[in-house]
C-alpha cells in the first residue's frame, strides 16, 4: 500500500493537495484474490490521486473534448482475448475450475476467438470420440464447446470459433460448424474457416507448412466456398468470417467469393513486427516503439487496407488476432508499462478507424516462459498448471478502456504536451463524456505533464481513474488507481488558459504523470 498525493493546479493559481490512501498493487504476479485482480481496492479510497514525488517539468498540454457523437462506436466486442483452438481442450475454460471468468469479466462482456497457427496444424474434431490422427493434435469434442458455452454465459462474450482448413475435410469442418452453431447459439457470432491461409506454405510457421508451393488465393477461395457450402447444408443461417489473414489481396479474395452469411472481413496485425530491427522509432520489438506516433501512422496504413475491403462488400472489419508483437522471445517488450498504455490506446484508436470486432492474442500458459503477448498467465511453476490465472499490463490497460464502451467517438483535439494523445465518447444519450487521456512520455525522463482538460458547457468531471508505471519501459510494474470521484468541494476554474475559449469556459488543470493512461468521466448537471 502507498500514500499518493495528487497536486490539482487550477487557472485562477490555487493550488490544491489531495489525499488517501488507495491500494495500488497490480503486478501480474499477485495472486488473483489480491484486490487488484478484483479492480476493487482495498481500503477504498475516498478521492482520485496520484505520487507525483517531484515537480512536474513536463510540457503543457491542452485537451478539448466536443460533446457532438458523430463518430464510430466503442463496443463491447471491441475489447477482446484471442487463444489458439487447441485451448478448447482446456478444462480450465469452465468457470468452476479456474478464475478465467472473474478476469474475463474485468474487461466487460468481451470477444472470445479460438483460432491461432494451431488450428489447421494441431486441432483435431471429432464428434465421435476418435483419436488424433497425428501424435502432435489435440482432440476438440461437442463436451469442449458445452463447457465454453458454460463460460460464454457467465461473461456474455460472444465468441468467434475457428474451422480447420490445414487438412482438408469439409464434412468434419460442417460437423464441427454444425455442433459449435447448436452448442453456443446467439453467442456465436462467426466460424473462420482456416487461419492466415496466406502462410500456409511457410516453414517457420511453427508446425510446418501445410500446402504445397502451388497453394494460392484462388485455391483457397475454391476451399472455402466447398467448406461453407458444406456448413450451409447443415446449418443454412451459420455466419462466416474471412480470410483472418494480414494480407489485403486474400482480404479482397474472400470479400469476393460465393460464400454465403458472409458476416465480417477478419484481418490480423500486430504492432511490433520486424524482429530483427532495433530502430527507434521503428516496427521492431522495443517497448519505446509501441507508444512511438509512428506507431499510429501503421496501424491507420495497415487498417486501412483491410477497411477499404470490408466496406467494399458492405461488410464491418473484424480485428480478430492482434496484439503488441508477434516476434518470438520478447517477453521483455510485452511485460512493459508500454504495453499497457499501448493497448489502451490502440484499442480507442482501432475501434475509432472503424474496427468493430477485436481480439488480442493471448495463452494460458505460464508466466515464466509462457507465450510474451499474453494478456493472462499462469503463475504456476513451468510445466505445471494451476486454477488461479493473473493479468500482464496490456489487460490493465484493456481495463480501462471498459469505460467507455457503448459510447461514440466525438472529435477530441490535444494541443501540446508532447507525446500524448487523447480520446472521448459519449454515453447515455449525451449527459456523460468519457475522456482516456494517454501520456506516454516516459516517467523515467517527466515526471509528468500540466493538463488542461476543457469541459464542454454544462459538464463536470465527476471521477477518474488510471493505469501508471515508473517508466515507459519498466517490467511487471504497471499499476492501477481504481475510479474515485474528484472530491465534491472541487471547484472548476472559470478563467481559462486560453483566450481562444468560450466565454464561461471551465478546465479541469491537473498535473497528469507520465508514463500513464488516464480515463476523466464527464457528467453533464
Not at 192 to 198: D, F, L, T
Amino acid at each position: 500500500m502507498s500514500n499518493k498525493r495528487a497536486t490539482v493546479i487550477f487557472a485562477t493559481s490555487l493550488i490544491f493537495v489531495l489525499s488517501a490512501c488507495t491500494s495500488t498493487s497490480s503486478d501480474p504476479m499477485v495472486p488473483p484474490e489480491d484486490s487488484a485482480t478484483k479492480a476493487v481496492p482495498s481500503p477504498a479510497p475516498t478521492v482520485f490521486e496520484q505520487n507525483l514525488q517531484s515537480d512536474v517539468r513536463g510540457a503543457r498540454a491542452l485537451v478539448v473534448p466536443s460533446e457532438n457523437a458523430s463518430g464510430s462506436k466503442l463496443r463491447a466486442d471491441n475489447i477482446g482475448i484471442s487463444f489458439e483452438s487447441t485451448t478448447l481442450a482446456d478444462p480450465r475454460l469452465d468457470p468452476d475450475s479456474s478464475n478465467l471468468d472473474d478476469i474475463l469479466e474485468s474487461i466487460g462482456s468481451p470477444a472470445l476467438r479460438f483460432g491461432g497457427n494451431a488450428l489447421d496444424r494441431r486441432t483435431f474434431w471429432t464428434s465421435k470420440g476418435e483419436n488424433p490422427k497425428k501424435s502432435e493434435q489435440v482432440a476438440v469434442t461437442p463436451a469442449d464447446l458445452k463447457r465454453l458455452k458454460r463460460l460464454v454465459d457467465v461473461t456474455d462474450s460472444t465468441v468467434t470459433l475457428g474451422i480447420p482448413l490445414g487438412t482438408y475435410d469439409p464434412k468434419r469442418g460442417a460437423d464441427m460448424a454444425a455442433n459449435a452453431y447448436d452448442i453456443l447459439g446467439s453467442s456465436l457470432v462467426g466460424l473462420a474457416i482456416g487461419n492466415e491461409p496466406n502462410g500456409y506454405t511457410e516453414m517457420d510457421v511453427p508446425d510446418g507448412a501445410v500446402r504445397g508451393g502451388s497453394w494460392n488465393k484462388e485455391k483457397y477461395v475454391e476451399q472455402v466456398e466447398a467448406y461453407a457450402d458444406a456448413i450451409h447444408a447443415k446449418r443454412p443461417d451459420a455466419p462466416i468470417i474471412g480470410p483472418d489473414a494480414y494480407d489485403g489481396a486474400w482480404m479482397k479474395s474472400f470479400a469476393d467469393s460465393e460464400v454465403k452469411h458472409k458476416a465480417a472481413v477478419s484481418q490480423h496485425w500486430y504492432q511490433l513486427y520486424e524482429c530483427g530491427s532495433n530502430q527507434v522509432p521503428g516496427r521492431g520489438p522495443q517497448a519505446e516503439n509501441l507508444v512511438q506516433p509512428l506507431a499510429k501512422k501503421s496501424a491507420k496504413k495497415n487498417l486501412s487496407i483491410g477497411k477499404d475491403w470490408a466496406n467494399s462488400a458492405d461488410l464491418p472489419l473484424w480485428l480478430e488476432e492482434t496484439g503488441p508483437t508477434s516476434c518470438p522471445g520478447t517477453n521483455d517488450t510485452s511485460l512493459t508499462n508500454a504495453s499497457a498504455l499501448w493497448a489502451a490506446d490502440f484499442t480507442l484508436y482501432a475501434a475509432q478507424l472503424g474496427v468493430e470486432r477485436m481480439t488480442m492474442h493471448s495463452m494460458l500458459g505460464a508466466c515464466e516462459g509462457g507465450a510474451p503477448m499474453s494478456l493472462v498467465c499462469d503463475p504456476a511453476d513451468h510445466g505445471h498448471h494451476s486454477d488461479a490465472f493473473v493479468p500482464r499490463p496490456n489487460m490493465l490497460g484493456l481495463r480501462l478502456v471498459v469505460p467507455s464502451v457503448g459510447g461514440t467517438f466525438t472529435e477530441t483535439s490535444v494541443k501540446g504536451g508532447g507525446n500524448m494523445s487523447a480520446y472521448t465518447v459519449s454515453k447515455d444519450g449525451g449527459r456523460t463524456l468519457v475522456t482516456t487521456v494517454v501520456n506516454a512520455n516516459d516517467a523515467a525522463k517527466v515526471v509528468g505533464n500540466p493538463l488542461a482538460l476543457r469541459l464542454p458547457n454544462g459538464y463536470s468531471v465527476n471521477e477518474a481513474s488510471q493505469v501508471y508505471g515508473p517508466s515507459n519501459d519498466a517490467k511487471d510494474a504497471s499499476k492501477t488507481i481504481p475510479s474515485n470521484p474528484l472530491p465534491k468541494e472541487l471547484p472548476f476554474s472559470v478563467q481559462t488558459s486560453s483566450p481562444s475559449a468560450s466565454a464561461g469556459a471551465r478546465e479541469l488543470n491537473i498535473d497528469l504523470a507520465a508514463s500513464s493512461a488516464t480515463v476523466f468521466i464527464m457528467r453533464k448537471k
